[in-house]
């Protein structure tokens, strides 16, 4: 898991291992030091005794702007499936899913992105920011291709056909909890309360093993296949370094290298309390805690 600011809350614990994490206080995010873009890929979390008995967990997938002082599933950014009671969350909706997990539960997580067309390649390296620039959360100029015709209603981000998050239980599938993903670069994230600890697992040996392929015959991959190299047109003391190294995901990387001189300090946005930090469900779906 990274410690990189635009990755993970300040407030977030994560251990010396960087697999081991927790949040003492109300929901707070942090992310992987990698994400993925396209393909079938799978992690594990292995739920740990909390710190507190009021402790609660959201597990899911998220893109860089998703809210790091919120849980998972809190925008449109990201998405996620909450421990007690068992619920799925996206845009600060909640419904019903799949079945509670609690300490000793291992919950595996799969991603699948299909190819993506010109268009959709293109408008997510126009998402990019540059080396040298302040990285702007939240920022997102539609495309031409997806601006709306007339009185059209559109999404606020474009919608990924065919692609899917699913979730298992101790090896056991709970069947798709989205579909229809938004276009975007996901990371595994992890959203805990009160305490909820959990150490992520990503590969390449796991637990409970997913199946081989998903959708068609896709390789489902796990994590640690995933590796960052320094792009060749930039090169720095840095790369001259690490160009010929690729380095493994677990290491805290994903963010852009360094640069001879300080980037400007990352704009977070304003912590929300303890209270605020919770988002609103459907009617049906008790408040998380």
Same mark, same amino acid.
């Given at each position: ?23 003492? %206080?109300?929901?707070?995010? /942090?992310? /992987? ?16 005794? @909390? ?14 702007? =998703?809210?790091?002082?919120? @849980? ?6 990201? *998405? ?15 419904? +019903?899913?799949?079945?509670?997990? /609690? ?63 699913? *979730?298992? %239980?101790? =090896? ?13 670069? *996901? ?5 805990? *309360?009160? =305490? ?6 990503? =590969?390449?040996?796991? %637990? ?13 991959? +796990? ?22 190294? $690729? ?12 640069? $001879?001189?300080?980037?400007? %300090?990352?704009?977070? $946005? ?8 919770? +988002? $609103? ?5 008790? @408040?998380?805690?």
């Amino acid at each position: 898991m990274s410690r990189e600011d635009t990755h993970a809350a300040a407030q977030f614990v994560i251990e010396s291992d960087r697999l081991t994490v927790w949040n003492d %206080k109300g929901y707070r995010m /942090a992310k /992987a030091s990698h994400g993925v873009e396209t393909g079938a890929w799978y992690f594990e979390v292995d739920v740990l005794e @909390p710190v507190r008995p009021e402790y609660n967990l959201r597990i899911g997938w998220s893109q860089i702007s =998703g809210e790091l002082q919120a @849980p998972c599933g809190f925008d449109v950014f990201s *998405y996620s499936v909450r421990a007690k009671p068992s619920t799925r969350f996206h845009a600060a909706i909640g419904s +019903p899913y799949g079945e509670e997990y /609690a300490p000793g539960d291992t919950l595996g997580v799969l991603i699948y992105l299909p190819q993506l067309d010109r268009d959709e390649r293109q408008d997510l390296d126009d998402r990019k920011w540059k080396l040298g620039e302040r990285y702007r959360q939240w920022a997102y100029s539609r495309p031409e291709w997806q601006r709306p015709r007339g009185d059209m209603d559109l999404p606020p981000l474009p919608v990924l056909n065919g692609s899917e998050l699913v *979730y298992f %239980k101790n =090896g056991q599938c709970l069947g798709p909890a989205f579909q229809k993903l938004y276009l975007g670069k *996901y990371y595994p994230a992890i959203s805990s *309360y009160m =305490g909820g600890k959990v150490k992520v697992n990503m =590969g390449p040996t796991f %637990k409970f093993p997913p199946p081989a392929t998903w959708h068609r015959d896709t390789p489902i991959r +796990p994590i640690t296949d995933l590796e960052y190299t320094l792009p060749a047109s930039q090169p720095s003391s840095a790369a001259v370094a690490t160009e010929s190294e $690729p380095q493994p995901a677990l290491a805290s990387l994903s963010s852009p290298p360094p640069l $001879p001189t300080p980037l400007p %300090k990352t704009e977070a $946005p304003a912590a929300a309390t303890d209270a605020q930090s919770q +988002p $609103p469900v459907a009617a049906e779906v008790p @408040p998380a805690p």
